[in-house]
């Protein structure tokens, strides 16, 4: 089938985002709703595919939504062609070697506002912080909190400290770079845990879409033969992290909710775990308690 010409100078929005589409059209699905979201990120207009679709593009602009559509054809994703990711309402930054944070990771957000409905938590640990998004969005939630957000990567921390500037909780969290647990000092410190770790399996990555496989950082992904090996390590340490009443809060993946509810999920001070789905009613969210 003939390919669609570039279109030329003075051409209409319509005839870009058409344009876009044919080109995405080797994606698995959504071509024209990529399209459109693309144009729109660039003029910063979530409507204007739709009612400005008769203007013509500025070719600055057609410039660089060419660019953007030939990134998203080489499978790179959206968010980090776009620089951005909203999740609870915000923005945040988002560049290669940082995991993109996913709608069901709000989720854990909720559950945590949910279950510290009348005691706040005051010192939140967050573990593999990455964008920050955990750290940060509770620290909106709970204004007297503090958070110390630990990453193993300088990367994921220089982004979480920028996205917390912006988000203005920079004075109430302490970012820290070095593995887990063993950076924490003072034992019982923690009203609350909470921690996104790399849970997939390492004989799946391989069969990941490229997306993911090709653009975003093993070491956010890789969770060990099977996939649980960043939990176990956690629950061995949340009886000496969480104060008397704290609560640990983490994401899993969406078959490993029968770990959970095994034995092998007891914790010792804290018991056996609660396990919770997220808004697509699929296995999401593990909540430990002490005491």
């Known amino acids: 089938m003939a390919t669609m010409a570039v279109p030329g100078s003075g051409s209409r929005i319509i005839e870009w985002i058409q344009w876009g589409e044919e080109m995405l059209d080797c994606l698995p699905e959504g071509a024209g709703r990529e399209s459109r979201r693309l ?11 739709w009612t400005r679709d008769r203007e013509i593009l500025p070719d600055s602009v ?11 054809r080489q499978r790179e994703p959206f968010h980090l062609i776009t620089g951005t990711v909203p999740f609870m309402g915000d923005r945040y930054e988002v560049v290669p070697g940082v995991l993109i944070p996913r709608p069901e990771t709000e989720s854990l957000v909720e559950k945590v506002e949910e279950v510290f409905a009348s005691r706040r938590p005051v010192w939140i640990l967050d573990l593999g912080c990455g964008t920050g998004v955990l750290g940060i969005s509770l620290l909106k939630r709970f204004p007297t909190a503090h958070c110390l957000s630990i990453d193993r990567m300088k990367v994921p921390l220089q982004v979480s400290a920028r996205n917390a500037d912006v988000l203005g ?11 887990w647990t063993e950076m924490i000092g003072s034992p019982g410190r923690f009203d609350l845990v ?14 990941l879409e490229p997306e993911i496989s090709l653009h975003e950082p093993g070491e956010a992904l890789d969770g060990g033969p099977d996939g649980l090996m960043f939990y176990r390590r956690l629950m061995i340490a949340l009886p000496w992290l969480l104060s008397d009443g704290g609560r640990a809060v983490a994401e899993i993946g969406a078959d490993q909710g029968d770990f959970f509810r095994s034995k092998e999920g007891f914790v010792p001070g804290c018991g056996a775990p ?6 697509f009613g699929r296995d999401r969210i593990v909540l430990w308690t002490k005491g």
């Open 169 to 179: 909780v920079r004075s109430r969290i302490r970012f820290v770079q070095g593995d």
């Open 194 to 207: 909470v921690s996104n770790p790399p849970y997939i399996p390492s004989g799946d990555l391989s069969a």
């Open 39 to 49: 144009l729109a990120e660039i003029l910063e207009d979530p409507l204007a595919p």
């Open 274 to 279: 609660s396990v919770f789905p997220d808004v």
């Open 62 to 72: 057609s410039h660089r939504y060419r660019s953007w559509i030939e990134r998203r």
